[in-house]
């Protein structure tokens, strides 16, 4: 770990032994506490908010954080849809995101979010890497007209909000690529609600090649035209963790 906080940890598993609401076995690895001391700078009092939030607003969405057992064949077929993989550069890290395949027919919306927290979930666990920014890119090539229906825009916003202010990570770019030329119509449904300062760091892209102002092609995964690896064999690589 960069930072010691040795001392940070002892405090903050304090803090929390005297918080009944908090699920303690959900931390039972000081990785995940200190990934959280990481993201707030080492501040133990927006350490112990972070940490709250995390996790009474998770219980506050039962239709993503229940039934996540990943041998279920709901939650097993739309994980094993759904690819993810995190390619550090400079003193950042990038994580991609693509859904394969769906169709209004096998698009449920709130699996399709509960497979992002799992994902999620997994890479705060396991993944010893501490950038000092993230940025988030979505392979936007899945969004259809179609799934519009499907969508409950206030929960999306909901979410969305939740992994920006609740998940220890530094998000400091979300990034769409070769998102339909129609997007702006379906990011219309959800920008109104958005806070000003969430839509600053949003950047939607019809192709790949933007992609390349915000990190050097090299970084890139081969898939998108870039020097780094394969973005499908690390995504394999995080279904087998969450198997």
Not at 2 to 16: N, S, V
Not at 54 to 66: I, K, N, S
Not at 164 to 187: F, Q
Not at 200 to 219: A, F, G, R
Request: hydrophobic share 40%.
């Amino acid at each position: 770990m960069p930072h010691d906080g040795k001392q940070d940890l002892i405090a903050i598993r304090e803090w929390m032994s005297k918080e009944p609401h908090l699920p303690q076995d959900l931390f039972s690895d000081d990785q995940l506490l200190y990934r959280f001391l990481h993201t707030c700078y080492f501040s133990l009092e927006g350490t112990k908010k972070y940490i709250d939030k995390f996790c009474t607003t998770r219980a506050l969405m039962p239709e993503v954080y229940t039934r996540r057992d990943p041998l279920l064949p709901d939650v097993k077929n739309i994980i094993d849809r759904t690819a993810i993989a995190t390619y550090p550069f400079q003193d950042k890290e990038a994580i991609f995101f693509k859904f394969d395949e769906p169709t209004p027919e096998n698009f449920l919306f709130y699996d399709f979010l509960k497979t992002v927290g799992i994902h999620k979930d997994a890479w705060i666990t396991f993944h010893p890497h501490y950038a000092d920014e993230h940025y988030v890119v979505i392979d936007l090539s899945f969004v259809s007209l179609k799934l519009i229906p499907k969508l409950n825009i206030v929960y999306l916003r909901d979410f969305l909000m939740f992994l920006l202010e609740s998940m220890p990570i530094r998000v400091k770019k979300i990034i769409g690529i070769k998102a339909p030329s129609y997007y702006e119509k379906v990011y219309s449904l959800i920008r109104p609600i958005l806070p000003s300062e969430v839509i600053d760091i949003i950047h939607i892209h019809t192709n790949v090649e933007s992609l390349y102002q915000y990190m050097d092609q090299k970084y890139v995964p081969v898939e998108y035209g870039g020097g780094a690896g394969s973005f499908h064999k690390q995504s394999e690589e995080w279904r087998k963790k969450n198997r």
